[in-house]
């Protein structure tokens, strides 16, 4: 089940996603379903700070550590890899960084349990293999990934 939804944390219309075994109680699912929503919902304002200074370290690392293949050589040469990695992708603070984040979906998962889990995924242009995901669990925050 795929529906959009708009969301105070981000200030905007995001996409939420809801994947559930068919073999489970509808009548449950749709229950613990509508509760991990509202646990979204009510997710506090103030992390969408954390999640912009968590951004900006993803990217500072990835700065640091990735070789990028569409970085030219001259810039490379001329800068040192980690900075000719930011004048390419043209960030330097950490509110650059989450306006190039794209949110693409909320994923909602394990509605067998009591506790309400739900994982903000981002496509982000210095990693776009992996991404960025913030994982909430009961509207806290517990991990980046």
């Given at each position: ?6 969301s ?15 073999r ?17 919902l ?5 992390n969408?700070?954390?999640i ?18 569409c ?9 040192g890899?980690?900075?000719?990695n930011?004048?390419?992708f ?5 509110e ?8 693409t ?5 394990d509605f067998e349990?009591?506790t ?14 992996h ?7 009961d ?7």
């Open positions: 089940m795929n529906k959009t939804i708009y105070k944390l981000f200030d905007k219309e995001v996409t939420l996603s809801v994947y559930h075994d068919q489970q109680n509808n009548e449950d699912v749709s229950i613990r379903i509508d509760e991990s929503i509202n646990a979204f009510r997710i506090d304002t103030s969408l700070q954390v912009k200074s968590e951004i900006w370290k993803h990217y500072n690392t990835c700065m640091v550590n990735i070789g990028y293949g970085v030219p050589d001259e810039l490379i040469k001329e800068h890899n980690t900075k000719a930011q004048i390419h043209g960030c330097f603070d950490e650059c960084t989450y306006k190039k984040a794209k949110l979906e909320v994923y909602f998962h349990s009591e309400s889990y739900c994982s903000v995924f981002f496509e982000i242009p210095w990693e776009d293999e991404g960025f995901a913030v994982h909430f669990k509207s806290e925050i517990y991990s980046f990934t």
